[in-house]
DNA sequence: ACCAATGTAAAACGTTCGTTTTACATTGCA
DNA sequence: TGCAATGTAAAACGAACGTTTTACATTGGT
């Protein structure tokens, strides 16, 4: 495996599961397997660092959310926290670890949530045959909801959530 | 004010503005405007400050929840976003900052949101006039997310679940 | 009048932070 | 054959971390 890759995949790991201002470079450094020189060759510093990390899940999570109905956007879902856990939304976690005053950072988050925005009115307009901004922001709620919700409700809190859709999703159609 | 108060108050402004880790106790004794003798007599530690911190917030924003309806509860939480900004929730941000491994906050966010949950089932079985576990999971899932999302979407998404909860509830009740 | 409590100001504690540097080994290509 | 690139191991950088301590001022109650 690349070393890049390595690093980057060690650093989603540890900035998930402990947070990133609490995860220290010699952690990462152990974890990637690599002295602290080749790791910030690779990494040029802990927020590119962070920011790789991010675009690199969004591509990653976005890839799951290529499907055509609003009830699959809940199943994709249902499978990246039975994949990933649920520890809540790693991009709001870690605007909001550095209050938004990291540039790579906060940029990797406005991207990744404007291209969620976007999939999820397009999905909606997909299915209903037409526009419809306040359907696509109660998806979104749902979605974002079940999200976190299943931090502390488990997977029960996405189930709830995708029943949920459906009856809105039901009820725009007639 | 009393010196505590002042402190517990300027320490919820800058860990929910800036983060926990982020915020440094030398920061924190300016804002509070004490030495750090005194500051640490007060506050034991910084893990202990930000229980107390939490303990406090849990009961403002639980004291605006008396209500009887789920919509009251809609409205609840858009007068809290209104008065306290949109940043997400500092007991899960708090958590996950610190991985669980903090025990004084992990014991503050469970029994936080605990309350929450029991919150809303009590006030989804006022309204149907029976348990309805299922509903009251979505209208947790509702509110979750519309803390969540008016993050980025403003609080556009706290009107949109507000109706979104309305349609399920009336479903429900017929 | 005095003691105990409570505060400030500031230095110091040892540790850890993110990052850079020094010195050296291995490897792949011209 | 040899040089440039890429890696390791480990020490060092100054700064910042959470916390404690030293020395001193103010104040309120018996």
């Known amino acids: 495996?690349?070393?890049?890759?390595?690093?980057?995949?060690?650093?989603?790991?540890?900035?998930?599961?402990?947070?990133?201002?609490?995860?220290?470079?010699?952690?990462?450094?152990?974890?990637?397997?690599?002295?602290s020189r080749t790791l910030y060759k690779h990494a040029g510093s802990k927020a590119q660092l962070m920011a790789r990390v991010l675009s690199e899940r969004d591509r990653r999570f976005m890839a799951r959310l290529e499907v055509q109905t609003v009830d699959a956007l809940f199943a994709a879902l249902e499978d990246w926290v039975r994949v990933e856990g649920t520890r809540g939304c790693l991009f709001l976690r870690s605007r909001a670890e550095?209050?938004?005053?990291?540039?790579?950072?906060?940029?990797?988050?406005?991207?990744?949530?404007?291209?969620?925005?976007?999939?999820i009115v397009e999905v909606v307009a997909a299915e209903l045959g037409r526009q419809d901004p306040v359907l696509a922001e109660q998806v979104l709620v749902l979605l974002e909801g079940a999200t976190h919700a299943a931090?502390?409700?488990?997977?029960?809190?996405?189930?709830?959530?995708?029943?949920?859709?459906?009856i809105l999703i039901e009820r725009a159609q007639s």
Not at 8 to 28: K, N
Not at 154 to 165: F, L, M, P, T
């Open 1 to 35: 495996m690349d070393l890049t890759t390595k690093l980057t995949a060690a650093a989603e790991r540890l900035f998930d599961r402990h947070g990133y201002m609490a995860t220290g470079m010699d952690r990462l450094t152990e974890a990637a397997g690599m002295s």
């Open 98 to 119: 550095t209050g938004g005053d990291t540039p790579e950072i906060a940029e990797a988050v406005a991207a990744h949530k404007a291209a969620f925005h976007q999939r």
């Open 151 to 166: 931090i502390y409700r488990g997977a029960d809190a996405v189930s709830a959530a995708r029943a949920a859709a459906a």
